[in-house]
C-alpha cells in the first residue's frame, strides 16, 4: 500500500511565500512522475507543476516564474516552493504520484488528502 501525505499548507499574505511538502511511503519500487494540483471552490482540479524522473519540470502558466517544484529522490519527497502568492493560489492543493510498486511493472497512481492553502489580500 502507498501513502501520499501532504503538510505546509496555511494561510499567507499576498507577496509571501510558502513550501508544501509530499512524502510517498509504503511499497515503492520507483517514482515516476510527482506533482502538485489545486482545486479551488467551484473550480476543476488542476495541474500547478510536475517533476519527472528524469527531473524535467511542467508549469501552469499561472505560476510560471513565482513557483518550483522539486524532488528528493532519496526520501521520495515532492516539494513546492511558493513565492510571490497571490489570492487567487488560494485552494486545496493536492499531491499526485505515479510509481513502480515492484520491478514486474506494477503500478499506482493516486492522490494525498490534500493541503489548504489560503493567501490573504
Known amino acids: 500500500q502507498v501513502q501520499l501525505v501532504e503538510s505546509g499548507g496555511g494561510l499567507v499574505q499576498a507577496g509571501g511565500s510558502l513550501r508544501l511538502s509530499c512524502a510517498a511511503s509504503?511499497?515503492?519500487?520507483?517514482?515516476?512522475?510527482m506533482g502538485w494540483y489545486r482545486q479551488a471552490p467551484g473550480k476543476q482540479r488542476e495541474l500547478v507543476a510536475d517533476i519527472h524522473s528524469g527531473g524535467s519540470t511542467n508549469y501552469a502558466d499561472s505560476v510560471k516564474g513565482r513557483f518550483t517544484i522539486s524532488r528528493d529522490y532519496a526520501e521520495n519527497t515532492v516539494y513546492l516552493q511558493m513565492n510571490k502568492v497571490k489570492p487567487e493560489d488560494t485552494a486545496v492543493y493536492y499531491c499526485n504520484a505515479f510509481l513502480w510498486i515492484d520491478q514486474n511493472g506494477g503500478s499506482w497512481h493516486g492522490w494525498g488528502q490534500g493541503t489548504q492553502v489560503t493567501v490573504s489580500s
Open positions: 509504503g511499497s515503492i519500487f520507483s517514482i515516476n512522475d
